[in-house]
């Protein structure tokens, strides 16, 4: 879905990466995700994971056709946030987060997350991140259905199968750096 | 391992003729393994078809290394994103950190909690030699002795907003006193939310009846009001006429006028005398 004027502009801003608003955004709720975690045993990084894993999910959610903002924009985004760092905390040590059931930010409005395809999605971007530049962009114009052609063109390559070698090593590479954390094999299992 | 990949990736893309399809689904079921590596690849080509999706996890990754600059205040997001004159949001940062300059400065400190009635409210039972409590004016609702505070009134701060677990328990679990007495709130409504007003003053109205009481017996009630972070020390006690009605209902009610910043607040009302806790409920003052 294209970013409309009728969005909420924290929608607009995470589906079209305004990175002015990005920032705004993260002034305003991070302190929240931050408090949330750094209260029931997490960590900064961890905190970081929470707010961005939790934009990823704003923007998925913005992106489907039926979705409408209901509720305030930090209502549901902290939702999302809060119930991410559950899911996560009872998976890692099956300890409870510290904030009842009726906290303002699980309310009605609060969307069905998919945690396990939450957690999948963060993984490949974890070891996505990982690869070089160049990879990363190689792989993208594949996954986006790009000919070879036109990646070889795009890449500035030689030709059509020095691009196919070259997305086969990438690939390669980002599969076992997935297949490489411990978390991918309890995804597996879920 | 390039014959494997672009066998599957043919499969994902539904370009293999059938009798290799078949072939495909075949050792698919047949082999875990091979079976989670077709599935693999295609929640890969699932998760990056969309490239909007991997920019925005980059700038994200990109900004949250940025250092935050400390004690901004949040700014409020603009109704028209990329529609905006620079200079326009630029005029506007400046007044609204202007305003919250002088807000600071002249509205900042400790929650100012008064009852709109006539009866002072008490200091904090835990906090003694307490001053004399401020006498109620609506013509000088703000004293000017308060302590500083770190943030100003009009920044919500999302901490003020985390409920207490302990007091929350409370809620859940049902007040009723040793005497099976307890307070029926009328007002105000679990989880309600009052908005302050341009002085940063909020109004709310406590009203219940007394159920299980003895008719014969004067009471007097005590409203103590709580912060979301600490349940021992209310930030005011405000005691609380009850008052019969001709049908023997003990009914209460007072308004309480209250200078605190946006939060979650929690309220409790205990009988005076043996202080135990008739009624719990929360409400908030403005939202996040």
Redesign the interface.
Known sequence: MEPTATMHPYLNAVRSGDRALLRQLRDELYPFVRGLVLKNSGTEDDAKDVFQDAVMVVYDKAGQAEFMLTSRFSTFFCGIALNLWRSRRKKKSNSEVTIPEDAPYTDDEQPDLDFEQIERQALFDKAMAQLGADCRKLLGLFFQKKTMSEIAENMGFGSENYARRRKHACKEFLIERIRSYPEYRELRNT | ??DL?DLIEAYL?DDLPDDQRRDMERRMAEDPAFR?EVE?HR???Q???????????E??????D?P??PD?P??V???????GNRKMWLLIAVTLLAGAGIWFFSHLGAPNLQPAGDQPATQPKSTAPAPAPTEPSKNDPLPTNRPKSDRPIAMA???R???N?TM??YI?GGVRSQEEMRAVMVAPEN?ATVQPDAQGISVVRFAGRLEGASPDEARVLHLLIFNNRDDQKPLLTQPVQLRTDANGQADFETTLRLTVPKG?YYFRVEESKTEEMLAMGKF?VG??
């Open positions: 391992m390039n990949y893309n989670e693999l929640q890969l080509q998760a990056y078809a969309d490239p909007g999706r991997w920019q925005l996890r700038a994200l990754a990109a900004i949250m940025e935050v600059p901004k949040p700014p997001p603009p109704a028209k994103p990329n529609q701060d999302p901490e907003f985390v409920p677990p929350d328990a859940a989880n979650l908030f939202r996040l």
